[in-house]
C-alpha cells in the first residue's frame, strides 16, 4: 500500500481561498434498494446510517453521501476500503446490490477559508446561501461532474473523477486567485 | 468648441486628473469622465468616420444608445476594437483612436462615397455586384472589404482574464435609476433575496440630471437614501457596473460585469459574465431618447438634447457655446435651462408642435428663452461641424425662414422605453399613441415554466416617462415635477421634406441608413419591418438599432401608408449590448480551456518524449520520441521491440464498466451480439455492441468476474457513451430488470503487457502464475502480482503473447515503473497508440472509428461469427435483418495489398467502370485503414470493397491524384500469423 499515491499527491494553492487536493480516500460505491434493511445494517457496522435524500450521514471516520435514489457513496480511510467492500458485500449478498471500491477513480478537494464557496461560485451552479449543512450536491465544476458538501465551518469538500484532477486544480486556482473575490469585505 | 466648464460636473473629480490619448495626441480628463466627456472637455467632437459613406460623425449620446463614439482602445495585449466610448470609464494613461478613416480622420479619401450617395442607394451591394460572378471574389469582395468594417481585429494574445459566476435570486432588478431602486426596495421589504443590476458606474439613472423631488426630497437625496437602505439589508445584493445582458427561459439572467474595464492591469479579472436564476425579474432600464429625421443631423455638434445636459451636469462639459434646440416635446427644455445655467447660450428651441404650454415652455419663455413653435430645421450647415441651422416651418417643404448661427443641435424626438429585457423572452408591445412609443403590453407578458408572468416591467422601461409617473408606477413614494405637455410624433422634418433633405436625414448613423434608403426600400416591395431592416440593414449594427428602430419604422409605415403598430417592431435578441468572447469563454482557455483527463502513468510519458494523441478527452503517446527520430522512426522501432521482445502500453484508458445483478448476463445477452450469459466465470470474450439501427459502435473484451457480475471493456472514447447507452436502456425500457452498473474505468490503471518476453516480465515481478496452462489464452486470474493488487487478463490486439494487467490507478505509476526496472534485460519499451494501431492491422482486427463510421454492420466486418445465432434478440438484430442490411451486395471488410508494396493513402476509394449522375467516377470500395508495415516491410490496408471477400485476388485502381492510380490486390484481412501461432504459447 505504500506505493499508493493520490491523483495530485496534495498539491495546493493559497488564494483568496485555500484549495488543496486531500490525498488519499476511500470511497465505495454502493447501488442497491436504499430501503434495503440489510444496507442499515452494513452500514451500522460503521457508525453510519442510510442517509436521506441529498444528505450526508458522518461518524468518526465514516460517512455515507446520498448520490441518487439507489446509489449511496461511502467515505472510509483509505486502508480500510478493501476490508470495508467485503464486509458491505457480506451485508448485501442476499440483496440484488452492486458494490464497487472506488477509491482510486476519484479525487478529493477541500476548499476552505471565509470565502471558499465564492470560489465555488465561480464554477458550480450551486445557490450555496441555500446549501445546508449537511446536504451533498451533485452538480459540475466548470465542464467536469462533481460532488460536493460543507464539510466543515468555512471548508467545502469537492470529489470529482481521477483524470481530471489536473483540470480541476487549475480551474479552483483560477477561481481563487487574489483579487477576484465575487464580494470584497 | 466643445470644451469643460470651469465648474459643476456630478460625476467628476476634478482633484484627480488623468492623461490620455486620442489618435496619439496627449489629452486630460477627470476621474469619472467617460471616453466621450473627456474627450469633449478636450475639444475633440469628431471622433470617427461613418461606415458607408465615411462622413465625419462625432459624439451623439451619452449611453449605450451611441452610433458613432467607437474607438480602437488600449494597445498590444489590451487592445479592443469598438470600445464605445460613452460607456467607458476613462482611465490614466488611456490610448484610443479613431476607427474608419484613411489616411487621416480629418482627411479621408472615402468620403467620395459621400459625394456618390445617389449611387450608393439601399441594396446597392445587392444590385450591384451580381455579375460577372467571378468578379465578386476578386474585385468587388476584397474592395468592399477594405473601404468597409468597423475596428480592426486585435492581433495580440488577449492579456486579461475573465470568469463566470452563479448566482439566484428571487427577484432581479435590472436597472439602478430610481424605478429600479425603488422596485427593489419594495421587494426587499417583502423579504425577498433582490440582486440590482445597474450598467452604469452610479445608482440612479437620469434623474439626478432631470430634477424633480421624491419623497418630498431632491431625487439625488433620495437616491443616496434608497442605496443606503438597500446595502444595509442582507437579503440584497447592489451590483454596479453590471448590465443585464439578456432574459432566457425559466429566468435565466446573464448579468456582464465590467470588473476592471476602468482600472486594467490590476490583476482582477477584466469581466465577469453572471449565470443567474431568477424568480422574477423586473425591467426596470429606462427609456432612450429618440433623434429628429432632419438634413443633416449626423454633423459633429448635433447630439441628442438628454445627452447635451448630461455632458453640462454630470461632467460639466459645453458641447457647444451656443446651441440651437430642436424638439416635439416638453423634456427637451430641461435641456435648455441646464445649459443656461451653466452660462451658455441657447438661441432658441424650434418646437415642431403647432403650439406648446406645458409648463416647462412657460417656464423657458419666462426665462426668455426664444421659442419657435410649428417650426423644424430644415438643414443643418456645417461639415465636419456644426456652423448654423436652417429654420423651416414643420408642415411645410423645408423652405428657409431664416438661419441661426449656433455649434450645437441638440435634438429631441421623444423617448423610447427601453423594451428588450421585456421581449427577449417573447413580451409584447403596444404603440401607446399618446406618447409616440411602444411599450410593454402587461397583458401579453413572458412566461415562466408556470405561465406565470417572468418579467415586469416598472418605469420608463414601462412607458412611465415622467417622474411622478415612473414612481408611481414602480411602487415608489410621491414624486413631484413639471407637468408635461403632449409630445407630437414627428418621424420626418419638415414633414413634406423634398429628396435633397431626406439623402441627407439619416436614421441610423452606424450604418448611414437615411430617411430616402427606407422609402426606397419601401417602393421596392419591403413590406415587413424585418425584410427592410436586412435590406437596407437599418438598425444591424453594433448598436442595434438603438437610436434608429423606432423612427425607421415610422418613416417604413408612413411609407407603406400604414399605422405604426400594423409595421410593428424587429425582434429583440440578446445581448442587449455587445458583450466580450472572453467573458462568453470565461475560465475556459489555455491550460482549462477544456478537461483533459490523464491517466496516472500521464507525467511519466510527458517525459519520455511521448508525441502525444487526442482520443476523446484523453491523451495518450502516440509513439515516444527518442532524440533524433521522426514518428515513422519511433514508431518502426516500437513494433519490432514489442514483435521481437516485450512492449508496455498503457491501457488505463479503456472503459471498464462493472454489471452486476440477477438478470445481468440477460441485459448483456441483449446489449452485445454475441452470448455473453453463457460466458464460464474466469473467461473473456471479445463482444460487439450495436446500436438499434444495427450498426456497430463499440467493441471491447467482456470478462465473466462471478456469477452475478461481468466487467465490459469498452474503447477508450467510448466508456462514457457506452456506461449511458446500458443506464438508458436500464432506466427507460427494462425499468424491471435487476441489472446494477458501474463505470470503474478510472478505478484501475491498465497495462499491457506484450510480445515474446511477456511471460517471462511477468514471472519476474512474480507472485501469480501466469503459465500456459494455469492462465490459457482468453481466462483471467486475480492475485498479487509485484506486491500490488492485480487482475491479469490473458487478452491480445497484437498477435503476441500478451497480458493486460490491472491495478488500482493510485499504484499506476509504482507498478509501471516495476515493469521498466525488472524488463531492462528483457529489452521493455513502452509503445504508443500508432503501434498498437500498426500491429492490430497486421492481425486484421478491426478498429471502431476506422472500419466502422456509423454505417457498418457487423456482418460487413467478417464477424459474423461473433453475432449470436441462438439468442431471440439482441439490439440492432431485427435492423440487421432488413434486406439492405442482409444484402450480398454491401461493401465488406478485406484486406489491400499494393502491386508496388506502397502505402495507399488512408480514405481513397476504389474506382469502378462508368460515371454517376454528377460525372464523377463510380466508387467500389474504399481504404478504412493503411500503414507501413515494419513487420513485413511493406504497406498494407484494409478497406471495405464491394462483395469483397468474394473477390479475393482481384487487382482493384485506386484514384490517388489528378493522374495517379495505385493498384492494389484483394486479399486476406490478416497480414500476420495467420495461424495464431505467436499468441498462443
Redesign the interface.
Known sequence: MS?????LAGRSFQGFARVAEAG?QGMI?I??DLASKALAKGLKGLGLSVPAQRRIVTADAAAALWMSP?ELLVLVPYADA?ATVAALEKALAKD???V???????ALFRISGAKADQAL???????F??LAPGEVRRTRA???AAALWQSGENEISLIC???????VM??LE??A????E??PG | MSTRLSRGGRLIDRSKPMNFTFNGKRLRGFAGDTLASALLGADQMLVGRSFKYHRPRGIVASGVEEPNALLGLGRGARFEPDQRATTTELFEGADTASQNHWPSLDFDVGVVNNWAYRFLPAGFYYKTFMFPRVAWKHLFEPVIRRSAGLGRAPVDRDGDRYEQAYAFCDVLVAGGGVAGLAAALQAARAGKRVMVLEQTPHWGGRAPVDGGTIDGKPVADWIKSAVQDLERMSNVTLRNRCMVAGVHDHGHVIGYERVADHTPGDGRPRHRLWRIRAGEIISATGAIERPLAFAGNDVPGVMLASAVRDYVVNFAVSPGDRTVIVTNNDDAYRTAFALIDAGLIVAAIVDARPSATGDLVQKARARGIRVLEGRGIAKVKGTKRVTGVQICAQAGEGAALEDIACDCVAMSGGWSPVVHLWSHCGGKLIWDEARACFRPDATRPPTGDQGQPMVRAVGAANGALTLPEVLADAGGPAADAPAEGPIAAVWVMPQGAPDALRFKAFLDYQNDVKVSDVQLAAREGYTSVEHTKRYTTLGMATDQGKLSNINGLAVLSDALGQPIPATGTTTFRPPYEPISFGAIAGEARGEIFQPLRRTPMHDWHASQGAHWEPVGLWRRPYCYLRTGEGLQDAVRREIRNTRNAVGLLDASTLGKILVKGPDAGRFLDMMYTNMMSTLPVGKCRYGLMCNENGFLMDDGVVVRLSEDSWLCHTTSGGADRIHAHMEDWLQCEWWDWKVYTANLTEQFAQVAVVGPNARKLLEKLGGMDVSKEALPFMTWAEGTLGGVRARVFRISFSGELSYEIAVPASEGMAFWTRFLEAGADLGVMPYGTEALHVMRAEKGFIMIGDETDGTVIPQDLGLGWAISKKKADYIGKRAQERSHMASPDRWQLVGLETLDGSVLPDGVHAAAPGHNANGQRNVQGRVTSTYFSPTLNKGIAMGLVHRGPARMGEVLDFPVGADKVVQARIVDPVFYDKEGEKGNV
Not at chain 1, 3 to 7: C, F, L, M, T
Open positions: 506505493d499508493a499515491v493520490s491523483a488519499l460505491t447501488r442497491c439507489d478493501v440484488h446490490a452492486l464497487a471500491d472506488v477509491s482510486d477513480a476519484r461560485m465561480k464554477l458550480c451552479p450551486v445557490d446561501p441555500s466548470a465542464q467536469v473523477f481521477r483524470s481530471v484532477a489536473g483540470y487549475g480551474i483560477h477561481s486567485r487574489p483579487g477576484s465575487l464580494f
